[in-house]
């Protein structure tokens, strides 16, 4: 059955909302605090970058809070967030195939980076990708009780259909200059599996150890890829491992040079209500540091 995009973003921003609503300011502090078991600040003033998951909040919102807490530790003036941008219409998903596929992504109309403050299309305005960031972040600006115009500057970028040339990608000069003088972070659900993603269930794995240690072993060959500057091997790679990160992945690399990517922390979200199907049906939640060669 053919999936309804633009039903499923309805979906899942409802569900990011009941979450969020369920966790309460209790629990938003409960996971700020918990948090500081990662001190990462040190890996983005060496010019290395955070990634955090944008799965289900109750599962992984320590993560996030913990790239949240690193940028503010960091004493940066200005903060980069390289994004997602989910393909949420029959129109982004076949470009996205088409390009995967071996297409010039020049010939797209969907071809650029998105975001904030930049004319042209305004795709990333619909996205959930950042739900769960900015609600940390500004639980973490009034904790700490930082006036919002005093805060550092926060420039959301979203890249769509690098196909494996991050560096000629339409605004990358501007993103290439915004984040001389920054600090970038980014997100990737990097590993989604089970029935629910098109998996048959004989080949379907549960997330426990041996599913996890799975996804784990699937992130770090993306990683691997992505740190010696192989952005066409990680595009396929982000296809077969149902990663939504090939565009926000190349284009931070591009930006920050050679690195060394590791994961810290590995839980998962599962998504068998979201997508109407039978368990196991789940998404890593991996918080992952990368560090400059």
Known sequence: ???????????????????????????????????ADFPLS????????????????????????????ACLDSGADRVVVVSVLHAFSD???????????????????????QGPGLE???EWRGDHALYSWRHFWRAEIRRRGIDESRAPQVIERYPYLAGGRPGALPGMEELA??????????????????????????????PDERGLAR??????????????????GYDQHCVAAKSDARDAGQVFRWLRGPMRGRVLDLAFSDSSELYHQPAPTWVAAALMAWTPE
Request: net charge negative; charged share 30%.
């Open 1 to 35: 059955m053919k999936l309804d995009r633009e039903r499923l973003q309805q979906e899942i921003h409802k569900l990011y909302r009941r979450d969020h609503e369920e966790l309460g300011e209790t629990g938003t502090l409960a996971m700020l605090e918990r948090a």
């Open 42 to 69: 040190g890996t983005l003033n060496a010019g290395g970058v955070l990634v955090f998951p944008h799965a289900g909040v109750k599962d992984c919102g320590y993560q996030i809070a913990a790239c949240v807490r």
């Open 91 to 113: 129109a982004m998903e076949d470009a996205r195939q088409r390009v995967s596929g071996g297409s010039d992504p020049r010939q797209e109309e969907l071809w650029g980076i």
């Open 120 to 122: 042209g299309r305004q």
């Open 177 to 206: 200059r915004v984040a001389e003088d920054a600090v970038i972070v980014s997100t990737a659900d990097a590993f989604h599996h089970g029935i629910g993603y098109g998996d048959p269930p004989e080949l379907a794995l549960w």
């Open 215 to 232: 996804a784990r072993d699937v992130l770090e060959e993306g990683m691997a890829l992505l740190g010696r500057g192989d952005y066409w």
